[in-house]
Each structure stands twice: as C-alpha cells, then as structure tokens.
C-alpha cells in the first residue's frame, strides 16, 4: 500500500524558519511529479510548490524567494524548506505525488501537517 508520510510542521514566529519532509513507502515503480499544497481554515486547497522528476520547480507567488522545494528520486523524498514565515503562511500543508504503480499512476496524498506562524 502506497503511503505519503510527512514531518517536520509546527508553530514558529514570524520571520523563523521551517522544514517540511514527506517520504513515499509502499511498493512503487517511481514517481513523476511531487509538490505541497496548503488549506487555511476557510479557504481553499492550494499549491504552494511542485517539482518535477527532472527537477524543474514552480512556486505559489506569495511565497516565491522564501520557499524552496527539493525532492531526492532515490529516497522518494520531497522536502519544502520555508523561510522569513508570515502569519499568513499559517495552515495545513500536504504533501502530494503523482505515483507509478505497476497499475498505472495515482496522485497520492499525506496526511497533513500544521504549520503555525505568530506575529
């Protein structure tokens, strides 16, 4: 069974730092694309920061210059290093991955992790 398995949320101050993780585990035959998605409390899902298999990236405008994705294809690992945090960073965040399977592919998702910014 594929599953997305995030770390790494938590509360900080403004202007402080984070790391999120996400790790695939199950039986795969690889991985296209991976990203992160956020959800405030009423709004709607949004993506925050993808990166390809070959490494491209692409980023939410509200946080490019301060975010940054980077994913490792050995490890099936994706990671989004979020720095100079504002408040209004604050919501869950999801890790997300576009999955190869010996049944074809499926986006998958983790199970969401907090992040909290204070002013």
């Known amino acids: 069974q594929v599953q997305l398995a995030e770390t790494g949320g938590g509360s900080v101050q403004a202007g402080g730092s984070l790391r999120l993780s996400c790790a695939v585990s199950g039986r795969i035959r690889g991985t296209n694309d991976m990203g992160w998605y956020r959800q405030a409390p009423g709004k709607q899902r949004e993506l925050v920061a993808v990166v390809t298999v070959g490494g491209s990236t692409d980023y939410l405008d509200s946080v490019k210059g301060r975010f940054t994705i980077s994913r490792d294809n050995a490890k099936n690992t994706v990671d989004l290093q979020m720095d100079s945090l504002k408040p209004e960073d604050t919501a869950v965040y999801y890790c997300?991955?576009?999955?190869?399977?010996?049944?074809?592919?499926?986006?998958?998702w983790g199970q969401g992790t907090q992040v909290t910014v204070s002013s």
């Open positions: 997300n991955a576009k999955i190869i399977t010996w049944h074809g592919w499926s986006a998958y």
